[in-house]
């Protein structure tokens, strides 16, 4: 069955990445939940999307130079809705704490592609042990060095491969890097891709499918995951 990962928490109708986005993903059915993992100067796992605060905070300037202590006054859910203002960055902990729960597949986004967080890798994946979640969690990134880096920590972990679009022969480029799983934009696949891809007996989880056309069609090409602003929609099309 096709995972219905839900993009930064339920991030179409909630401040994306926050404990309520969390939250309301489960109850609208998401069978796994897609966030993104930082680190704070205090060498502090939290999950936000951005390397700077301006977008998502009423802070300024980048996440990586703050302590978690300042980090936790920010209000993440006003630039949404005022009606979010008590919204914070939540800790990797707190994300765990609540899914590690649930029978959610997790993907874990490691952000450390354009900051290179010292031993972020080590980090996430002593986390996940300390919640017995090594068979829930899936890592990806778009920094592939670091994926191979996250195999060498653990092989027990999967790790999928982000990327944009133009990668020739995925299914030969994962042999060489040594990874479970390709998480490609959307736009990066058509039949024949999916079809090499899946025959090579890898998985693939794609991003950002928001419109319901391209959720069916990905949906009947039995691809492992869709990861969606909209796990609502998705439950539907996926007829679960
Ligand atoms: O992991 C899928 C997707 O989240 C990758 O891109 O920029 O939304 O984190 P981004
Ligand atoms: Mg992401």
């Keep these: 069955m096709t995972i219905n990962y839900a993009h930064r928490g339920a991030s179409g109708n909630y401040p994306e990445n926050t404990m309520l986005a969390f939250e309301k993903a489960i109850e609208m059915g998401a069978t796994g939940i897609e966030t993104d993992v930082q680190m704070t100067k205090d060498g502090e796992l939290v999950i936000l999307h951005d390397e700077q605060l301006n977008r998502t905070t009423n802070g300024n300037g ?13 209000d993440a859910g006003s630039w949404f809705s005022q ?3 008590s919204c914070t960055i939540p800790t990797l902990k707190e994300f765990l704490e609540l ?3 649930t029978k959610l597949k997790i993907n874990l986004e490691l952000k450390s592609n354009i900051i290179q967080y010292p031993n972020i890798e080590e980090k996430v994946i002593d986390m ?3 919640y017995n979640m090594d068979n829930k ?7 592939h060095y ?20 133009g990668l020739y022969k995925p299914e030969t480029y994962i ?6 799983a390709l998480h490609p934009y959307f ?10 891809i899946q025959k090579s007996g890898i998985m693939i989880n794609t991003f950002t499918v928001n419109d319901e056309k391209y959720m069916k069609f990905f949906a009947s090409a039995k691809v492992d995951g869709i990861i969606t602003n909209y796990p609502e929609k998705l439950k539907i099309i996926l007829g679960e």
Excluded: H, P, R, W
Excluded at 137 to 143: A, C, T
């Design 175 to 180: 042999k060489y890097v040594v990874a479970d």
């Design 146 to 165: 670091s994926m191979v880096k996250c195999k060498e920590i653990s092989s027990n972990i999967k790790t999928g491969l982000l990327y944009m679009s």
């Design 62 to 74: 980048l996440l990586k130079d703050y302590s978690l202590k300042e980090i936790k006054k920010l």
């Design 187 to 196: 736009y990066a696949l058509n039949q024949d891709i999916i079809t090499g």
């Design 83 to 85: 009606d979010y203002s």
């Design 128 to 130: 996940i042990y300390k």
């Design 137 to 143: 969690v899936i890592l990806s990134g778009f920094n």
């Design 99 to 101: 899914t590690s729960k």
